[in-house]
């Protein structure tokens, strides 16, 4: 875990650049002039100019499972305090990338367990449903200061590397989300909500959802059907409806409700298998938050499962249709 200082830069390992550029899920750009190491889990770019020297190591995308503000300080904790001695820490002002990654900076000066201490910025870069760290180091506040253009380049260079996927199942086929996925109760209780969609390998969907409770009567059920047709661009996921109908049903039969919008939505998707369930769960993303999906979570992503079998209540019946061959009027 430990990122590669000044203590590795005599080990330093020259890349070419030419190399595809990848790694945990980033496209990146390596800073002109930088010698390059793999270290395990992240990667260290250096240049030294004597008597100092400036050093970026990058880490791995991992997807989100809290707040935003509880991953920032994670990620600051795995990969900086629990690898080094810190004092001064401060946070600075957030800030974007060209490509709209969240960016939380903190200074602090860090000390490793040989006794070295070095100045440093830790970025905490998010981005819809993940996040990662890119630490800063140098040897004197100056010299940060004079590395940190070197820095800012680098981070906008930063972009999804789409073909890249995750998975704890290395057999599952993680890049579709073909098949069904579900979310809500599992019973007929008052007051709830349960969605499912259904994915075809056609590029077609199915979204379905029913409520129950709230301002509706207890006798009362709403129901909405969409369908449209989706695509998959790497990690991006994105909806778009052709049809969208909402029916208020009750013991007497059903008729039409309010309008549904059709909302062209993009995802930022993933697939995230648990062994101890069996089940895969598929996560959503959005921008901001769908009438479809309901009211966004803390962790700002929507979570279907495979192995989620919600209770759907009896629809009203639809008109009957007379079979092919059965005789008309009159016959």
């Known amino acids: ?17 030419a190399a595809a550029e990848t790694f945990g ?22 240049k030294v100019t004597a008597p100092t020297f400036c050093s970026l190591a990058l880490f791995a995308t991992r997807a989100t499972e809290e707040v935003v503000v509880k991953e920032q300080a994670r990620e600051w904790q795995r990969v900086v305090a629990d690898n080094f ?7 600075a002002a957030t800030s974007k990338t060209k490509r709209a990654f969240g960016v939380q900076p903190t200074l602090a000066s860090i000390k490793d367990a040989d006794g070295n201490e070095f100045a440093a910025q830790h970025y905490a870069v998010t981005l819809p449903g993940m996040i ?23 981070l906008d260079s930063l972009a999804i590397d789409a073909p890249s996927t995750v998975s704890d199942d290395p057999e599952a086929r993680v890049e579709t989300p073909v098949g069904r996925w579900a979310v809500g109760a599992s019973d007929l209780a008052a007051d709830a909500v349960v969605r499912e969609y259904t994915f075809a390998a056609d590029g077609t969907y199915r979204f379905r959802s ?21 695509t998959v ?43 101890a369930t069996n089940a895969w769960t598929l996560r959503l993303v959005p921008a ?28 009203a019946p639809p008109p009957a249709e007379p079979a092919a061959d059965a005789p008309s009027d009159g016959e």
């Open 1 to 17: 875990m430990r990122p590669v200082l000044v203590a590795m830069v005599s080990v330093a390992v020259a890349v070419s650049p």
């Open 25 to 46: 899920g980033w496209q990146y750009k390596t800073p002109k002039g930088f010698t390059l190491e793999t270290v395990g889990d992240h990667l260290a770019f250096t």
């Open 233 to 275: 661009v790497g990690n991006q996921l994105t909806l778009a409806p052709a049809t969208a109908a909402s029916t208020l049903h009750d013991e007497t039969g059903a008729r039409p409700a309010s309008k549904v919008p059709l909302e062209k939505t993009t995802y930022t998707w993933s697939k995230r298998y648990f062994p």
């Open 210 to 230: 029913q409520t129950t409770g709230g301002k509706l009567k207890p006798e009362q059920w709403r129901v909405v059907d969409e369908t449209g047709k989706y």
């Open 132 to 154: 990662a760290s890119v630490l800063l180091t140098s040897s004197t506040p100056a010299s940060l200061a004079k590395c940190k253009p070197v820095a800012k380049a680098f």
């Open 85 to 91: 001695t810190t004092t001064g820490v401060r946070r």
């Open 288 to 315: 901001k938050k769908t009438a479809r999906d309901g009211e966004l979570p803390a962790d700002e992503r929507y979570t279907y499962s495979d192995g989620v079998q919600p209770a759907w209540k009896q629809d």
